[in-house]
């Protein structure tokens, strides 16, 4: 029932931009399996549903953010309207739809014995083409009309974590993205803010792997 909740919000949300695609994109999410998925295999919202969770999680603070900030810069009210804010906030990890994949885990148990309980594998065979880049080219592929800033704020979002440090070509976009366009900062705030302080992280002892 809570799912089903916030699945009507995030999809009432995205239709209320009226953007081309926008009803193309909705599809291909529920057929990824996007608003059954978690937001990641061992840290935060590391549950059934938890990726729709901390989707709308990004987008209520990167909303709080932008009306905070237009205190002292009112201008951003025009700059990243709430359109975009629903855009960038929603989509910006639908690249995770489909690499969470069921498995039988193990951790430490109270007792300090192990103990199997039913977690997620990662799997990015479907389509292993990056973070943010995938999202963007995942929509792309719908038909969805983004604007530049809303294509940077989700290319972009993961900031430096999503960055390969040897490419200096990758960190004067980077860069440029965050000088020219605020929407990327607000983005990666609200996407900070969600995760860190939001949602309960949840540490499992088990198979060292690195997953987001």
């Known amino acids: ?14 239709k209320s931009t009226e953007r ?10 529920d057929n990824l399996g996007f608003f059954e998925a978690p937001a ?27 009306d905070m900030m237009s205190e002292f810069r009112p201008e951003l009210k025009e700059e990243c309207p709430d359109d975009s ?3 960038a906030a929603l989509l910006h990890d639908v690249c995770k739809s489909d690499i969470y994949k069921k498995a039988t885990r193990r951790r430490k148990g109270k007792d300090g014995k ?3 309980y039913t977690g997620y594998n990662l799997d990015y065979s479907n389509f292993p083409l990056g973070h943010g880049e995938k999202s963007v080219i995942m929509l ?9 800033y809303e294509i940077m704020a989700i290319r972009w979002h993961m900031t430096a974590w999503d960055l390969p440090f040897q490419s200096t070509e990758l960190r004067k976009c980077l860069n440029t993205s965050r000088e020219i366009c605020p929407l990327c900062t ?20 088990d198979d060292d792997y690195f997953d987001f």
């Open 114 to 116: 192990p103990e199997y």
């Open 140 to 148: 792309l592929r719908c038909g969805l009309a983004m604007s530049d």
């Open 186 to 205: 607000i983005i990666q705030a609200g996407d900070n803010l969600a995760a860190g302080i939001l949602e309960k992280k949840v540490e499992e002892e």
């Open 20 to 29: 081309e695609g926008i009803d193309e994109v909705i599809e291909e999410l």
């Open 85 to 87: 804010i629903i855009i």
């Open 40 to 66: 990641s295999a061992r840290h935060h919202l590391n549950d059934d549903g938890g990726l729709l969770e901390h989707s709308l999680n990004v987008y209520y603070c990167s909303l709080k953010v932008r």
């Open 1 to 14: 029932m809570k799912n089903d909740l916030k699945r009507t919000e995030f999809i009432n949300l995205l």
